[in-house]
């Protein structure tokens, strides 16, 4: 796994909305996964495109002596193509199987219903992010850039 530094302008980032969903480069939503986690005080590693697993990004953060670790999957879809159900439970066995606290899957489109209340059986376990959510995390961190 390489680190990255942060290197994305979020700024721009959440001006630019469609570039999210639209953009051909798969590497944008893993981007800004990896930037607003970062900013958030996440230590951020991207894995290596070849050997993921379906990961995209290992996180790791502090609070006091409590360690805290997740993964991320990161689905670039179009708006009209759902994330379903067998994604959710595909991330749900990559946790298990790393002995990660959490996972989060970011899509830049939407998931299904069923994929919603899988989500909810295992609460603490996993985060969804949709298209609407990743564009409410980058404005609020484009208004606290803005603010200092």
């Known amino acids: 796994m390489k680190e990255v530094g942060l290197s994305t302008d979020i700024s721009?980032?959440?001006?630019?909305?469609?570039?999210?969903s639209s953009c051909r480069d798969p590497t944008v939503l893993v981007d800004a996964?990896?930037?607003?986690l970062a900013r958030d005080g996440w230590h951020v590693e991207l894995t290596g495109k070849s050997a993921d697993g379906g990961i995209d990004?290992?996180?790791l953060n502090r609070v006091g002596?409590?360690?805290h670790s997740m993964l991320v999957q990161a689905k670039r879809y179009a708006s009209h193509r759902?994330?379903?159900?067998?994604?959710?439970?595909?991330v749900l066995y990559l946790v298990e199987r790393h002995r990660v606290n959490s996972g989060l899957i970011a899509t830049?489109?939407?998931f299904t219903e069923v994929a919603s209340r899988e989500r909810e059986l295992h609460n603490w376990r996993l985060g969804l992010r949709d298209k609407e959510a990743?564009?409410?995390?980058?404005?609020?961190?484009?208004?606290?850039?803005s603010s200092s």
Request: a positive charge.
């Open 12 to 20: 721009n980032r959440s001006r630019d909305r469609p570039a999210l």
């Open 33 to 36: 996964g990896q930037e607003l």
């Open 57 to 59: 990004i290992f996180a």
């Open 65 to 67: 002596s409590v360690r």
């Open 82 to 90: 759902k994330v379903g159900v067998s994604v959710v439970r595909e």
């Open 108 to 110: 830049t489109s939407h």
């Open 134 to 145: 990743i564009l409410e995390w980058l404005n609020s961190h484009a208004k606290k850039s």
